[in-house]
């Protein structure tokens, strides 16, 4: 599962879906033609008036509470938010709130390795036995680059079929990250390394593990002052074990219906499990002005030297519309190829996409996980987004994709 999956495919359902409503977009305008063929400049971006009113229809069938930043280079951002922050006592939702990002964490872990790659501690071709001796059965045939950019092959630990069970039966007790690659090694590797491309939240936890084993001090710590206190993101953090969420934050929500646990009404989750079940997969808590400084120092070049920006962005091709790169992919969209990552825990669903040079960022952040009701409104308040994002404007076309990395059918993800 992957609730950042939370199981084998909430990645996934989502995932593979948004990506075929990319495709689909692209195949009407065709794919030799230029994105933006399909879009009308527009007068004025962003346009507030218009996303507003999505985001409101989003709360009206029946949201708990989403925001949305856009911000298109020339002028200041739009910031807008409906619904609530809390249901139980209402709290009204700003777009100052902070969320749980799921696996944009992984664009941020990325970056710490590639800066490590930088300093000359470690190399992307080092092999995950060089860290971390004899914690995943072949690791002297894996490299750090492979991890990055899932195609180590090693099994995604949230798709083990008792993974989600057993956290919900102690869902507050601190997993060990060694806990949590057990979980995966006790699966055959997918294909052999470099040969095929899965996501894997296993892959990310190894990367924290590296990371400290080559720094000597914690993920945490290093996140924290090599991108939390250099870009000034007051509003992020990387919980471990603390299961609130200090300051004005959205609760997040299962909805009746969900696919984890039953409930005939919003069932408010956000303290419910440790965070050390995501760790350096998924477990970062941000704001939506965070995340567009975030990527826009990333891809601006304020983080990485070009040449390592330039590895971080070298994608493998999963469709024709969608690459990953090192913790970052790139999706093309009817008004054009945008740049970030997604994610999701229970209760939180985020998406961060980009220009590529950084200056204009679109982030979309919602309080549950979309269900059939909101899915298809979330993806065209997506799609609007962006092409606003881009100076451009969708009136006529079907929604296209955020994001989507790919996922194999199965039961619903727990961590994306």
């Keep these: 599962m992957m609730w950042f999956g939370w199981g084998p495919s909430s990645i996934g359902l989502r995932r593979r879906r948004l990506v075929a409503l990319s495709a689909a977009m692209l195949l009407v305008v065709g794919l030799s033609v230029a994105p933006a063929a399909a879009a009308s400049p527009t007068a004025a971006h962003p346009d507030g008036a218009r996303l507003q009113a999505l985001l409101d229809e989003l709360v009206a069938d029946g949201a708990p509470g989403v925001l949305a930043l856009v911000d298109d280079g020339p002028g200041p951002a739009w910031t807008g938010a409906s619904g609530q922050a809390r249901l139980d006592p209402p709290v009204p939702l700003r777009g100052s709130a902070r969320f749980r990002v799921g696996s944009i964490t992984k664009t941020m872990v990325a970056t710490v390795v590639l800066q490590l790659v930088g300093e000359g501690t470690l190399r992307l071709d080092d092999s995950v036995e060089r860290w971390l001796p004899g914690l995943v059965p072949n690791g002297a045939a894996i490299t750090v680059r492979q991890l990055l950019n899932h195609t180590s092959g090693i099994f995604n630990y949230t798709d083990d079929p008792g993974f989600l069970g057993d956290l919900l039966a102690d869902p507050t007790k601190t997993r060990s990250p060694q806990s949590l690659v057990a979980v995966a090694t006790a699966h055959p590797p997918l294909f052999p390394p470099g040969a095929g491309w899965s996501y894997s939240n296993t892959n990310y936890i190894l990367a924290g593990l590296i990371i400290q084993a080559a720094t000597g001090h914690s993920p945490q710590s290093e996140l924290g002052r090599r991108i939390f206190t250099s870009l000034g993101l007051h509003g992020t953090s990387f919980p471990v074990t603390d299961r609130g969420i200090s300051g004005y934050h959205a609760h997040g929500y299962l909805l009746p219906g969900n696919p984890f646990l039953p409930t005939s009404q919003p069932l408010d989750v956000t303290t419910l499990i440790s965070p050390s079940w995501a760790w350096t997969a998924g477990a970062v808590i941000s704001t939506a002005a965070d995340l567009a400084r975030f990527y826009g120092a990333l891809l601006g070049g304020r983080l990485l030297?070009?040449?390592?920006?330039?590895?971080?962005?070298?994608?493998?091709?999963?469709?024709?519309?969608?690459g990953y790169g090192l913790g970052?992919?790139?999706?093309?969209?009817?008004?054009?190829?945008?740049?970030?990552?997604?994610?999701?825990?229970?209760?939180?669903?985020?998406?961060?996409?980009?220009?590529?040079?950084?200056?204009?960022h679109m982030v979309l952040m919602i309080s549950t996980d979309p269900d059939a009701q909101t899915g298809p409104l979330l993806d065209l308040t997506q799609s609007t987004a962006i092409c606003q994002m881009l100076g451009q404007d969708i009136t006529d076309a079907a929604p296209s994709t955020i994001t989507g990395t790919p996922q194999p059918a199965g039961t619903p993800a727990l961590l994306r």
Aim: one cysteine or more; a positive charge.
């Design 305 to 322: 030297s070009p040449t390592l920006l330039a590895q971080m962005e070298t994608t493998v091709p999963i469709n024709p519309v969608f």
């Design 328 to 360: 970052l992919y790139s999706t093309r969209t009817v008004c054009g190829t945008v740049w970030g990552h997604d994610g999701s825990v229970p209760g939180y669903n985020s998406v961060a996409l980009n220009s590529r040079d950084g200056k204009r």
